[in-house]
């Protein structure tokens, strides 16, 4: 089993960049694909990127392409997630999430069974 937490969570301008991070602890985090996700209020849990267990292949959804960057380090048993030409439809809780899965990195929350808490991004235009 894996313990995540979000930090970097903030409040900032339209146009503004911001790195999330993710710390992972107990089972060895290179076991694991990792993943960030967004909920904005009243809308469903949305894929914004996901990479797998190596570093070495990414997923990214089309909404985000070009503007966020997911990376990991294994040394620091952390998940990044840069964001840049951040938009205020980009406020949402973002989180991280981690899949045991062995092939195909996934882009469902269904297949992520370790979540972390949450981090607030608020866009201002």
């Known amino acids: 089993q894996v313990q995540l937490l979000e930090s970097g969570g903030s409040m900032v301008q339209a146009g503004d960049s911001l790195r999330l991070s993710c710390a992972a602890s107990?089972?060895?985090?290179?076991?694991?694909?990792m993943a960030w996700f967004r909920q904005a209020p009243g809308k469903e849990r949305e894929f914004l990127a996901a990479?797998?267990?190596?570093?070495?292949?990414?997923r990214y959804a089309g909404s985000v392409k070009g503007r966020f960057t997911i990376s990991r380090d294994s040394a620091k048993n952390t998940v990044y997630l840069q964001m840049n030409s951040l938009e205020p439809e980009d406020t949402a809780v973002y989180y991280c999430?981690?899949?045991?899965?062995?092939?195909?990195?996934?882009?469902?929350?269904?297949?992520?069974?370790?979540w972390g808490q949450g981090a607030q991004v608020t866009v201002s235009s």
């Open positions: 999430a981690a899949s045991s899965a062995t092939t195909v990195i996934p882009i469902s929350p269904r297949e992520y069974p370790y």
């Open positions: 107990g089972r060895a985090f290179n076991y694991y694909h």
């Open positions: 990479i797998n267990w190596s570093g070495g292949s990414t």
